[in-house]
């Protein structure tokens, strides 16, 4: 492949980095310390920031831009929602709707009724609603399909009972797209399906799932016999497996977590340039040196690898192997670790110092360092990735 941009992807590219470093100048203090999960969900100003940019990247087309026009996007290119995407990443932006216009709307332009289409998918595109997304449960996170929560028809409508965990955003969501059993008689993947359910539905308890230094992103949500109308079951009864492999990411390459690495290892590169110890710059340490030389080289294969999965993407008009992007993500949230735990060698014990005058960058390595570990899980583990890698990449046989 070419890694060479042509003059109108540079322009676009320019487009997307200007306005993300003026409109995040904005943000408030959150959006400099914390990664964007918590940033946008940890408390209720973040959100705020989060819905008022997301309106603004609907007014410019950027927020559905990989949606068919006759559905309020652009038909962009790959190509393009990557660089938007690199972007976004590489600026800790808001306003990236990742449940509603990355994975729910395209399953509803998928698969969903006319009726649903017209009802659902504007107030996406407009950048008006706030979803979350119901698929993990206290037993069932990697091994999705062994998930517990029913949902009994009974008339004209659904009886919905269970529990879901680690629900990402859900005290500020309107809507949850979920994923239930309605056939309790099959087993795994067989006999469930999605649906579309409004936050406020009664029956619906959302409790919070604090950090240890007390801020919060995550939930656990309860339904008590929650009736849901039938109209909202999005495809065929018992078919929602085949919904949930086929929700689509429109760009899966992984390049905004590159991104937003290399702008952490930037900002720890010039640390070890401008800092002394022992009378001598930091980089002038061959350790040192070393370190930030490998993560470098590192940086430049995952952003090679991002747009080489695009690339595999576009030129497989959504029909490629899994394995690519998989790729992608072990690489990508295993040096995320690398870059967190080799910066909190070279600060040392500032490393450890959080929002104080003694603490370089913010404060923001500790932090760093203590989440990075969730990676490993969030988004798909890596053992299921290297699993998927292993089976669809290279045909090995299963065990």
């Known amino acids: 492949m070419d890694y060479r941009l042509t003059e109108e992807q540079q322009a676009l590219k320019k487009e997307f980095e200007d306005f993300f470093r003026e409109e995040m100048k904005n943000a408030p203090m959150d959006y400099s310390i914390h990664g964007p999960s918590e940033a946008r969900y940890g408390t209720k100003e973040g959100f705020e920031f989060h819905c008022y940019m997301k309106k603004k990247l609907a007014a410019k087309g950027w927020l559905t831009m990989a949606w068919p026009k006759e559905y309020g996007g652009q038909d962009a290119p790959i190509i393009h929602q990557l660089l938007f995407n690199e972007a976004h990443g590489y600026y800790n932006g808001a306003g990236d709707d990742a449940f509603g216009v990355k994975m729910f709307g395209p399953t509803i332009i998928l698969y969903g009724s006319d009726e649903q289409k017209k009802r659902l998918l504007p107030p996406i595109a407009r950048g008006e609603v706030q979803y979350c997304q119901g698929w993990s449960e206290p037993n069932a ?110 760009e899966r390459s992984g390049v905004a977590g590159f991104a937003a690495s290399r702008r952490a290892f930037e900002k720890l590169f010039y640390y070890a340039r401008t ?91 500790p932090d760093r360092y203590q989440n990075c570990l969730g990676s490993n899980i969030a988004g798909g583990s890596s053992e299921v990735q290297r699993n998927i890698i292993a089976w669809v990449g290279v045909e090995l046989p299963r065990v």
Do not use: C
């Open 141 to 250: 996170g990697s091994d999705l399909a062994s998930l517990k929560t029913t949902a009994i028809k009974n008339g004209d409508h659904y009886i919905v009972n269970g529990q879901k965990t680690w629900t990402t955003g859900a005290h500020f969501a309107d809507h949850m797209f979920l994923l239930a059993r309605t056939d309790p008689s099959q087993k795994r993947n067989k006999g469930l399906s999605v649906f579309n359910i409004r936050m406020d539905t009664p029956g619906i308890e959302v409790r919070p799932i604090h950090y240890l230094n007390g801020r919060h992103t995550y939930n656990e949500v309860y339904f008590t016999d929650v009736k849901v109308p039938e109209y909202e079951r999005i495809g065929p009864e018992n078919e929602g497996w085949k919904l949930t492999r086929a929700t689509m990411n429109f």
């Open 275 to 365: 800092t002394r110890r022992g009378g001598k710059l930091l980089i002038d340490n061959p350790l040192i040196r070393e370190k930030i030389a490998k993560l470098y080289v590192d940086l430049e294969r995952g952003r090679a690898l991002a747009y080489k999965t695009a690339w595999l993407q576009e030129k497989g008009k959504l029909n490629f192997s899994p394995a690519a992007a998989s790729e992608g993500k072990v690489f990508g949230s295993e040096l995320g670790q690398r870059i967190a735990s080799a910066g909190t060698e070279i600060l040392g014990l500032y490393g450890q110092v959080e929002r104080s005058r003694w603490a370089p960058m913010n404060g923001t390595w």
